[in-house]
């Protein structure tokens, strides 16, 4: 395909350099390419039309050029914004359709998530498990899993608890964490009022026996955990019910946890998830994956229980690259659940990013590469490429600060929750999720007269948009 690419005298080094011998570059007599309209291409065109099948101008023009395409009859479509997205765009000229009014970045960057998760339903339609937990496919061929645990879950008072295991919707099983002062009714009601709120199956977490038996009888889908103290009690009933279960070493090693799985098997258990367990970084992680690596060697046929839960709640670090770096870890030692938690504020959204993750891992092994330009990735702060903006330089003033004062319209107070942003002024309380809506929803009702209020009032609902985004907590006037 034939393709011309129009820029502005700024950006033609930048454009002819990145478009290369793929695509021939026009540079337009103005020193923006955003500002490059109909009217100022159309001479630019006139004998160079029937050179191409495609005329791309950059993705920030806001002009309409469907009625010059229709007039010199030549396709004449948006490009990318950015000069570092023309290869990727010049790549796939001839496979799509580009647009009138969406950059061709954008395009692509739907195309490529598209095509990712059509791959990944693919992969994980055509596994064959090694077994099924209430429909979901566990081990095998199958892709890796994610289990959220709903930590203390009998402390919860039933809105509660259906709130957290809601909050899990990345999540493919819902773990209840009992802990040690629970009751066998307590464990009974939990697992009821989490059967009630979810389709996706349910497991208890705990050793004892009696919580074990009550989850079992109220319905729980899998057990976690069986070891040495519990294995000749529980073992049986859950072989007799046919209920999965998680087995776990007594004290760490290889050894004991073989033990334990063949136990379970001689007891009549046919679903095994096998737990090595992982250890916390600096408490002997390196030998905790070479063990994970060890068992899988052995035990082919068994999934693999993979605590990733254990690192990120004990490192103080942003979870999002942990927790990509542990599923591509679990990928290579054969894991098929990921468990993890969001027990504190700096693990908040562990879940669907382990569950992202997993996606990239499962699409990087079946294209046979590494997990990166994949069309969805974890990359939530930092970016791939720097993107470099253009402008024509004018008059520099030198940035300063003036006093402020109280605006008439009075003041507003500013908090997050539930995902939503609340910013109160009198008896009105603006509500929304972006800063854009509230503001123009503040400016459309008078609820501000000054100019340098209404900037303050943007930065700090863009602050607490960042804070719902990133999980963090927000206070109005605190640094972020």
């Known amino acids: 395909m034939r393709v011309l690419l129009v820029t502005g005298r700024l950006a033609y080094p930048v454009v002819k350099e990145a478009a290369g011998a793929m695509a021939d570059v026009l540079m337009a007599d103005v020193g923006v390419a955003a500002f490059v309209t109909p009217k100022l291409l159309e001479p630019l065109l006139a004998d160079k039309k029937d050179n191409y099948d495609l005329i791309l101008v950059t993705g920030l023009c806001g002009s309409d050029f469907s009625k010059l395409e229709e007039k010199l009859g030549v396709k004449i479509r948006l490009g990318p914004k950015h000069a570092y997205d023309i290869p990727l765009a010049l790549k796939y000229a001839d496979k799509i359709e580009f647009s009138h009014k969406v950059s061709a970045c954008q395009l692509l960057s739907d195309v490529k998530r598209d095509s990712a998760m059509r791959d990944f339903e693919q992969i994980e339609a055509n596994a064959e498990p090694a077994f099924l937990l209430k429909g979901v496919k566990v081990g095998g061929g199958s892709t890796m899993k994610v289990m959220a645990e709903v930590v203390d879950a009998t402390r919860l008072s039933d809105v509660d608890l259906i709130k957290k295991i809601d ?266 999720t972006d800063a854009e809506s509230i503001l123009h929803t503040i400016v459309d009702r008078e609820l501000v007269s000054l100019l340098d209020h209404a900037g303050y009032l943007q930065a700090e609902f863009k602050r607490a948009e960042l804070a719902i985004r990133f999980h963090r907590t927000y206070l109005q006037d605190d640094h972020f």
Not at 278 to 291: F, T
Not at 349 to 363: F, I, R, T, V
Not at 392 to 414: C, Y
Request: charged share 25%; hydrophobic share 40%.
């Open 167 to 432: 909050s899990y919707a990345s999540a493919d099983i819902i773990d209840l964490g009992i802990p040690l002062e629970s009751s066998p009714d307590a464990v009974r009601h939990a697992v009821k009022v989490a059967r009630s709120a979810t389709f996706k199956p349910i497991s208890v977490d705990t050793l004892i026996p009696e919580y074990i038996e009550a989850g079992i009888e109220a319905g729980a889908n899998l057990v976690l955990s069986l070891e040495g103290s519990n294995m000749e009690r529980i073992g049986p009933l859950v072989a007799k019910k046919d209920v999965p279960v998680v087995v776990i070493p007594d004290d760490e090693s290889l050894g004991s946890l073989i033990r334990n799985v063949e136990r379970a098997r001689e007891l009549g258990v046919k679903h095994i998830l096998a737990d090595p367990v992982l250890s916390p970084i600096g408490h002997g992680v390196a030998e905790a994956v070479c063990r994970y690596r060890d068992f899988h060697g052995l035990y082919p046929d068994v999934p693999i229980f993979f605590g990733a839960g254990n690192v990120t709640e004990l490192m103080d670090a942003d979870s999002i690259g942990v927790n990509a770096m542990l599923a591509g870890i679990a990928m290579e030692v054969g894991a098929s659940v990921l468990f993890t938690t969001e027990a504190s504020q700096k693990s908040a959204g562990g879940a669907e990013e382990l569950k992202k993750a997993c996606m990239m891992m499962a699409l990087a092994r079946h294209r046979k590469g590494s997990p990166k330009d994949l069309g969805i990735d974890l990359l939530v702060i930092k970016e791939k490429r720097p993107r470099r903006d253009i402008v024509e330089p004018t008059m520099i003033v030198e940035a300063k600060r003036h006093k402020l004062q109280l605006d008439p319209k009075g003041s507003f107070n500013i908090w997050i929750d539930g995902g939503k942003i609340y910013a109160k002024n009198g008896d009105t309380t603006v509500v929304g």
